[in-house]
């Protein structure tokens, strides 16, 4: 991939040799059987993530400057720390992600040109929001409208029962991450 520059606000241009390693958490979408799953970023209207492809940042916002710009919030984001993807809406996935091209460096993370997924691991976004460090493995992964899959371990299973959201269809969670990390071709994410 050769030489990687990266923007540091405030410190000028730094050329890299390696891409810059950040968290970031996905949304997850797919069939009810646990087939065609796809990375989808937690923002709604965002684009999927593509199994080994390249994701390459753009701006909605701009057909001015490219992705990612210093005075924009355009481009992929990673976070330096966990705590900081804890307010995420929905995440389904935590990982780890490559972040190379133009990078830009601010107070929560980083904001690249190019991205891909380096570790991967199905959480339970409840447990997630709730714990430290990040909760129980999910035993299931529920399917719900809108193709959106959702890992849940026994316990937020069993409170979403009881609360009447059932989920369309349940596939083991352990089948799900490995066929995700298959599709990815990623290796796990150990927490």
Not at 155 to 179: F, I, K
Request: charged share 25%; hydrophobic share 40%; with cysteine.
């Amino acid at each position: 991939m050769g030489d990687r520059a990266a923007t540091r606000v405030g410190l000028g241009l730094e050329r890299l040799a390696e891409p810059v390693i950040a968290w970031r958490t996905w949304a997850l979408t797919g069939r009810r059987d646990g087939s065609a799953l796809l990375l989808r970023p937690v923002a709604r209207k965002a684009r999927t993530w593509r199994p080994r492809e390249v994701v390459q940042a753009s701006c909605r916002a701009s057909l001015l400057h490219e992705a990612p710009d210093p005075a924009c919030t355009c481009g992929l984001h990673g976070t330096h720390t966990l705590d900081i993807l804890r307010r995420t809406r929905c995440p389904a996935v935590l990982g780890r992600v490559a972040l190379w091209g133009r990078v830009i460096e601010h107070e929560h993370g980083f904001r690249a040109q190019y991205a891909y997924p380096q570790r991967l691991r199905l959480i339970c976004q409840f447990c997630f929001w709730m714990t430290t460090p990040p909760g129980l493995t999910p035993v299931h992964v529920g399917w719900f409208p809108r193709d959106e899959l959702i890992p849940l371990c026994e316990r937020h299973l069993r409170l979403a029962r009881r609360n009447g959201m059932l989920p369309r269809a349940l596939v083991p969670a352990d089948e799900v991450d490995q066929h995700l990390r298959d599709l990815y071709a990623v290796d796990a994410l150990a927490v």
